[in-house]
């Protein structure tokens, strides 16, 4: 028995018996009260007829009287009965409008139905503790990739944040994500649950589902959302798969900026959302850069301009963040007590010679100011935004569309800029994104950024003329009897197959799909940009980028052995047993033929 059915027969028991006690008295009573029949015999109504009378009574529906009519003791009886059965009926309404309005009724209600969708998930899912900014952008990766997720949110009402709007049903749940029930109701111990993504906007909740999903379900993939590093210590202990920080993964991307922009634009380009534009290529000039706002964003940006041998101008309002900034021997940069929003600051801070500016506070007000005013005085300059409410995210648009508004070489031509604006939850859902969809992707841009910008450079003209102006689709194939059952096939016999086998056209042979392989992995190996007469082995993970559209137009290659026969020898085969039958004859006749010709 569910929470809710307990629920309602614990509420409704006083009121069923109050109703079936009513009903029993009345019906007694006209079998105990005698009546006269057409004929004026006296005659006693039958359990049945009484049963059937007080039954269209009490709900006012009034048939008439039945079989004969009454006699004065029975309507005086009758009318006893009316009231008293209507009031009992109206105490039992009543309660259950009250159990329909009880939260607690409202919530089993919600798990029972929630259980239920569950149970109607037949392919792999993924369960999402947390709909907020980044948890709606995990959610719409997860379906745009065509697989099954599972929300448990505290909030009350999900509709306003648009779940609803998804085109695919998403089970939702009202509920404490850290509570070890709530986890078990979504399923994380079953085997079709793939994994789970804590992306609540506090650490400490995010481990106890972190501990709580490894004890349900120790082979889930657990990724955890996380601002600190004592709490990535312990998620790390209890064998959290994946932990994203958003502040470390952007000083990473900051750290590309500064090294290889053409590395950076590589990473944008293969880890943006499908729907976002392209980004432009960035251009930094040398020089000092501006650090406005020294708390945990700041000092990891700064660590990162110190690797890069940049000189760093600090401004933060805090004395006490200084006299410790110069404890830590950073005694030949300069530090000034201050905003940043106001132009004498800036100026003191060499704004007019400066290549970049980073604003780093903890308020959106200050960061938009001090973006602002370095533009009117450094038009050249290069900006890096902090945003810390995705509520703002129209404000720092606004600030490019301005800049770039007021900066036309002509009526057709936009000056561009290059703009960096680091937001958590777009930092986090964009590695997530990587992570779910295709995981050598993160193995590909760490060890991209060990390569020269010569390198880069030479990549993003290969990814150019692949994609256009597209955006372009990351995709893994693993080669197994499961997801490519023809090239395993082939290797199978012994068979040599060569990565051009499988980007090659079946349509048109002498053609190959617009996609470039970015990285293959052989057990702990790793091959970049490998070439196309790189011989495949069992096991081998891929990762392609191209339009989705090769994804799919791949798939038969891969999958059906006629196909790869064709594309390795331009030659169509019979699939059926009896042209098969007939094609050997008839090529054995062949060299019998040529072969008596010969002698």
Known sequence: MNEATSL?????????????????????????????????????????????????????????????PLSDAQRLWVIIIIYITVISWFYALGTVISLIQNKKFQAAIEASAFQRDIKNIY?????????????????????????????????????????????????????????????????????????????????????????????????????CRSEYKEHEENMLSFGSDHIVNPYESFSKIFSMV?????????????????????????????????????????????????????????????????????????TNEKFIIGIGTDAATLTQAGIDTAAGIIAGTDNDSNNLSIIMTARQLNKDIFVVGRQNQMTNKILYEKINEHYLTSNKKNKNELVPIAHLVMQPSEVIARKIRAILIAPLLIDFIQLAQHKTPEWANITISRLSAVIDNNNPYVWTETINKETTPAIAQALGYGRRIELKHITQNPVTHNKKFECITLLLKRGDDFILLPEDKTELKAFDQILFCGLRQFKHAMLPTLTDITILNFVMTSTNEPQSYIWKKLTHALQKQDRRAVSRSIR
Not at 262 to 288: C, Q, V
């Open 8 to 68: 309602v027969l614990r509420r409704m028991r006083t009121p069923f018996t109050l109703i079936i006690l009513v009903y029993s008295i009345a019906i007694l009573g006209l079998t105990l009260i005698p009546g006269i029949d057409d004929k004026g015999n006296t005659w006693y109504m039958s359990i049945y007829h009484a049963f059937y009378f007080v039954s269209y009574t009490a709900t006012t529906i009034g048939f008439g009287e039945i079989p004969y």
């Open 123 to 223: 392919r792999p899912y993924y369960v999402v503790c947390g709909f907020g900014e980044t948890g709606k952008a995990v959610i719409n990766a997860l379906l745009e990739e065509h697989f099954s997720a599972v929300v448990i949110e505290r909030k009350t009402d999900l509709s306003e944040q648009g779940l609803n709007d998804t085109l695919e049903h998403v089970p939702s749940l009202t509920a404490d994500a850290s509570d070890p029930a709530s986890l078990e109701v979504a399923g994380v111990h079953l085997d079709k649950c793939h994994g789970v993504i804590a992306v609540t906007s506090k650490d400490e909740t995010n481990l106890k589902i972190a501990i709580s999903s490894k004890l349900l379900h120790p082979d889930v993939m657990v990724i």
């Open 258 to 330: 500064l090294h290889s922009p053409s590395m950076y634009l590589i990473f944008e380009w293969l880890t943006g959302a499908p729907d976002k534009p392209l980004s432009p290529p960035i251009n930094i000039r040398k020089g000092h850069w501006i650090l406005s706002g020294y708390g945990r964003f700041g000092k990891q940006l700064h660590k990162e301009l110190l690797k890069q041998n940049i000189q760093t101008v600090i401004i933060d309002p805090s004395d006490e963040t200084k006299k410790s900034f110069h404890k830590n021997n950073h």
